[in-house]
Structure formats: C-alpha cells, structure tokens
C-alpha cells in the first residue's frame, strides 16, 4: 500500500472551484499542490503550489508533470482520457485508474452501467437519428430531454421537448452536435438528492449524506442536509451507495445523484469526485468531502466516526453576486452562524458559479428563507430576526464557532 507522504506534491488535473478546495485541504494536510489546468485565469491556480497552464494535449508539459507529482487527481471528470493515458505512460501515480472517466464522461455507458442496480435510470435511449426521438416520445409521451452524451454540466448541453414545435428545434440541436446525443423522459421530480461515497486503497468506505438538493433552470440552488427523508429512504439510499462502490472496484470518492418521484428513485448521474451538493460538509462536518477525495488517494486512513451537523448551503450565481458581496459586508448578517466562499472569478456571467455560503443549524422554512433573501438586496438593509430562535443559533454558535459574537 502506497501512502503519499507529507510535502509531496498532488497534482490536481482541472483548476475551477472544485480544485481549489482540494488544493486548500492539501494545505492544510501539510501537502504541496500543483494543478494542471489550459485556463490562466484558473480560480485554484490562487491557491496552488505550482501552476501548469498548458494543453491537456501537450505531451512534454504532461510529461514534466507526471515526474513532477508524487500523485495526481482531478476535480472533473471531462478531463481527456488520452490525457490520462499520457500522464500513465509517463509513470504517473493515479490511484483512481481509468475506468471510472471512461463509464462517467460518457451518458450512454453510464446509463448503461446504473442498469444493473435497484434504482436503475430514467428510461432512455442513445439517438442516431431523428426517428429514434420519434420512436422514443411514441414509446414515452412528452416531454422528453435531449442531452449530450459527453461535457454537460449545470444544466447545460440538454434540450427539452415538449411539444411539436420542440420536436423541429430539436432536430437543430441534434446536428450541431453531431447526434451525439440520448434522449430521456422528463419525469415528475417530487426531489433530488445526492449521497457520496468514498473508498480508499486500504479498503475502507465511508457515506457521506444523503443531501437534498434543490435545482433551479438545471442548476444546483441550495442543499439541505439531513436530507427530509425517511429513515428508511436514507438506509436504502445508503444501501445503494455501498452496493454501487462495491461494484466499481475503483478507489476515490464518488457522488451519485438521485430523483424521487413518488415512492420510486431513480439514479441520474454518478460524478467520480467531489461535488457542489457537499460544499457545506467543509463547515458542517468533522471531515470535508475534500478531506476524503484526498485521503482516498493519499493512502490516509478514514475516521471511524465523523460528526456532522446540519446545513443549508446556497449557491451565488453571477446574477445574485453583486448583492452576495454586499451582504457579505453587512455585519447584521452574522447575528447566525454563516460561512461566505467566493471563488475568485473576474467575470459574473449570468448562472455562472461565483461562490457559495453556508449556514449551520436546522433545516427549515425559516433557516432557507433567510439564506434566499441573502441572494437579493436587503430591504432597508435589515433583516428579520425576529423569527430566529435564539436557541437554534446559540446550539449551532457553541457547536461550531470559536467565538460567540
Ligand atoms: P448536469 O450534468 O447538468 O448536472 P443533469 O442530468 O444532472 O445534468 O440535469 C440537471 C438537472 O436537470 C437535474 O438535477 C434535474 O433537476 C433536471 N433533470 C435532468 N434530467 C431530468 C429528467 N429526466 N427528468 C426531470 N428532470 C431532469
Ligand atoms: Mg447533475
């Protein structure tokens, strides 16, 4: 068994969000950083040790980096395999190998692969020609998704039909990408979660979740954890995380993403590596889904026990920053326990992911409303907290601050 010893370096192949919370965990674990990513304004770029801006075709940087790092991961699972490949024959060390890129970069054989568990996927089907989309809603009904089989995410790279008309605009998007393409039914979602799983390469697991997650327009708004779910829906959940990593012999964490319509889930997607839904575990528990990412490659023994405590997490979106920054300066707004994350990226285009904020104590009405209303301006910048128990927010204060404003 490798164990990656401290002051080695990671390297982390993409440098969004996602990398630079890896990087910051490395920090903290006493690890270097270098991220490898074509984008020089990459946000993880800030905080990393060394920085490799280059092609992830460009063999002679691919090379320099594989000798480079003691071990190498990645935030994202669009990373080119051949990428990967390179990085191998260089001799590099990538405990999570790549079988896991190769199922989940890919729609169809990801669907294809949630066939063999309980709560298998949406009906679907892989899209050659525009009669397959008519065979499908004739089979299905309307309305159904077109989504493209590889770099979708936030929503986009998806089309959805829902009509006649749809079904001729759809026909455009089916060119411009070249078929490449599957079509699935748009079900009643009643609610969506996610769960996390992580397995190192001494064989431990731990579950992370569920989360309840709430979209809007495809993309993640807010996550509540504990998830309202029964205890019997999260056992079953949980069950299905195990089975799920007990099939991939794969090592790191993973992150699969759940529907719910009525009494029937559906898997929708497994993410083979940290994701937005776990941000709020970096306040709210003992060990940060990055924590686990890390420890899974590093060799690191899992804690037996972790202790969580519930959040809502909220996402700032580019059209939501301005207000965020300003609140964020507002010094009523910490009368509860709240946590700011901006990501560091220039431009606040609109639904871009400029930061997220997350605030401990209950799951409830109110606790979310004051979290919505921290997006918008604040009216006569004041807030109301009136409705707070003093109670809730001095538990979570005592829980989890140092110091009792
Ligand atoms: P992405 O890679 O962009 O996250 P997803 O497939 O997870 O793509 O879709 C984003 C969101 O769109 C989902 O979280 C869900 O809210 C909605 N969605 C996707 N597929 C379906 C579906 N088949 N039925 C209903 N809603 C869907
Ligand atoms: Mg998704």
Redesign the pocket.
């Known amino acids: 068994m490798v164990v990656v010893c401290q002051s080695s370096c990671i390297g982390i192949l993409g440098g969004g969000q996602l990398g630079k919370m890896l990087a910051i965990e490395a920090a903290y674990l006493g690890y270097k950083t270098a991220i490898y990513d074509p984008n020089p304004l990459s946000p993880a770029f800030d905080v990393a040790s060394y920085r490799f801006n280059y092609s992830f075709a460009d063999t002679q940087q691919l090379e320099r980096f594989a000798k480079f790092c003691q071990v190498i991961t990645y935030e994202f699972e669009n990373i080119p395999l051949s990428t990967l490949e390179i990085l191998i024959a260089y001799g590099a060390h990538i405990p999570q190998s790549t079988l896991s890129l190769q199922i989940f970069q890919n729609r169809v054989t990801e669907k294809f692969f949630f066939k063999e568990f309980e709560s298998g996927p949406v009906p679907f089907l892989k899209l050659t020609h525009l009669n397959d989309l008519d065979y499908f809603i004739k089979q299905n009904g309307y309305p159904v998704i077109i989504k493209t089989l590889s770099l979708g995410?936030?929503?986009r790279g998806q089309f959805g039909v829902h009509n006649a008309v749809d079904f001729k605009k759809a026909a455009l998007f089916l060119k411009a990408n070249n078929f490449e393409c599957i079509v699935e039914k748009k079900i009643d979602l009643d609610h969506e979660f996610s769960i996390q799983i992580a397995k190192n390469v001494r064989g431990e697991v731990v579950v992370l979740g569920p989360f309840e997650n709430i979209?809007k327009n495809?993309i993640?708004h807010q996550t509540y954890f504990p998830a309202r779910l029964s205890a019997l829906q999260k056992r079953y959940l949980n069950r299905q995380a195990k089975i799920f990593s007990s099939v991939l012999p794969d090592i790191g964490l993973f992150t699969l993403?759940y529907f719910l319509s009525g009494n029937t889930f559906y898997i929708?997607?497994v993410?083979p590596r940290v994701h937005n839904s776990g941000h709020g575990t970096i306040e709210a528990f003992s060990h940060s889904q990055f924590y686990f990412q890390l420890a899974s490659v590093l060799g690191l023994p899992f804690p037996k026990k972790i202790k969580t405590s519930p959040f809502v997490m909220t996402n700032v979106l580019g059209q939501h920053y301005e207000n965020v920054l300003k609140n964020f300066k507002d010094k009523n707004v910490y009368r509860v326990p709240i946590k700011f994350h901006f990501y560091g990226k220039d431009d606040a285009k609109f639904n871009r992911k400029m930061g997220h904020f997350t605030m401990l104590g209950k799951v409830d009405t109110k606790h979310i409303h004051y979290c919505e209303t921290l997006l918008g301006p604040l009216k006569n910048n004041k807030i109301n907290f009136e409705s707070f128990d003093k109670r809730d927010v001095l538990m979570a204060l005592t829980n989890h601050c140092q110091t009792i404003l």
């Open positions: 995410y936030d929503g979209h495809g993640l993403e929708n997607e993410a």
